[in-house]
T-cell receptor, first 112, second 115 residues
């Protein structure tokens, strides 16, 4: 059974800081990994998808990497801004049974 | 496309009542997932469908929960009878046809409160 862990549960940083959010998973047979953003009271917005043949993906100030052998993914946010404050969730897609399993998320607060 | 559409956005009901949550996936998406989100347990997969067929319902907490997908454009999640511990945000997500390596798209969720 795939288990996805995100530690810490919450993080507070000053504006402008570069930061890394971590995600670990137990089943290395993960097919792909997706990072989402969730604002309070809202749905999930897809940020980046690292496809099965990829090791990283970039979009603007965001860069996500995936190392299946070590069971880890990271989301790098460059030059953080107050507007980046949200909860960030990672989800692993296990192809064998087509399940998308989520971590509990990291709530990020960027202080002006 | 309008994205994944869920209704209602908010539902308040009394314990023991039947609740039906609705989801319209993105056109052309053939996989549909129902999730429940709570502070304590995070996002839990309840059930998912491929081509309208339920594939895995092992996440459905009890027999009080049931889900159907009568066609490619509509799914329901029903709770009967509802209990206060069912209070949560319920999300629906869809993935494109043949989309093992594509993004999952989520609806805005239904916030259910059972009093």
């Amino acid at each position: 059974k795939q288990e996805v862990t995100q530690i810490p549960a919450a993080l507070s940083v000053p504006e402008g800081e570069n930061l890394v959010l971590n995600c670990s998973f137990t089943d290395s047979a993960i097919y792909n990994l997706q990072w989402f953003r969730q604002d309070p009271g809202k749905g999930l917005t897809s940020l980046l998808l690292i496809q099965s043949s990829q090791r990283e993906q970039t979009s603007g100030r965001l860069n996500a990497s995936l190392d299946k052998s070590s069971g880890r993914s990271t989301l790098y946010i460059a030059a953080s801004q107050p507007g980046d404050s949200a909860t960030y969730l990672c989800a692993g897609f296990t192809g064998a049974n087509s399940k998308l399993t989520f971590g509990k998320g990291i709530t990020l607060s960027v202080r002006p | 496309d309008a994205g994944v559409i869920q209704s209602p956005r908010h539902e308040v009901t009394e314990m023991g009542q039947e609740v039906t949550l609705r989801c319209k996936p993105i056109s052309g998406h053939n996989s549909l997932f129902w999730y429940r989100q709570t502070m304590m347990r995070g996002l839990e997969l309840l059930i998912y469908f491929n081509n309208n067929v339920p594939i895995d319902d092992s996440g459905m907490p009890e027999d009080r929960f049931s889900a159907k997908m009568p066609n490619a454009s509509f799914s329901t999640l029903k709770i009967q009878p509802s209990e206060p511990r069912d209070s949560a945000v319920y999300f629906c997500a869809s993935i494109p046809l043949g989309g093992r390596d594509t993004e999952a798209f989520f609806g805005q969720g239904t916030r259910l409160t059972v009093v």
